[in-house]
């Protein structure tokens, strides 16, 4: 009796967990379009310039904002990269070289696609991922 109730146990433990699992999915779609604002049209408009709220909390958010769920902006596909310091369309710019770029670094120099058409400097490149250069910090 004991071994039945321990594998009906364990059943129902499985049976629960392949449930929450199943609807994992869905969660992770909704933590990239979590947008503060000051109402859900708010939040789904320019959404470039938007601050996502990826834990789905109003913490996230700036003063006078709340965090929205499922709002029309989504992180996959470039909303809130204006606040993502770690984006790697920040951290490219133009030099002779990984050393030269990085050393000399400035916002005229800034070339977001990776394109070295960007760049323009004789002989230059688009360099990315350099280490003291991120163009959110230099503009503030």
């Keep these: 009796a ?3 109730a321990a594998l009906m146990s364990a059943s129902a433990a499985l ?13 992770a779609v909704r933590a ?5 604002g000051v109402d859900w049209g708010d939040a789904s408009m320019d959404c470039e310039n938007r601050k ?7 913490e996230e958010c700036n003063p006078g904002t709340v965090c929205w769920a499922d709002t029309m902006c989504d992180t996959a596909t470039g909303g809130g990269i204006l606040h993502d310091l770690d984006h790697p369309t920040h951290m490219r710019f133009c030099g002779k070289s990984w050393g030269d770029a990085n050393d000399n670094c400035k916002l005229s120099r800034h070339c977001p696609s990776g394109d070295k058409r960007e760049c ?7 360099f990315s991922y350099l280490a003291d250069c991120n163009y959110l910090e230099m503009i503030g």
């Design 2 to 4: 004991a071994a039945g």
């Design 15 to 27: 049976l629960l967990l392949s449930s929450l699992l199943a609807f994992a999915p869905d969660v």
């Design 32 to 36: 990239t379009t979590n947008f503060c």
């Design 52 to 58: 996502s709220c990826p834990l789905g909390t109003d």
């Design 120 to 126: 323009k400097g004789k002989d230059e490149e688009c």
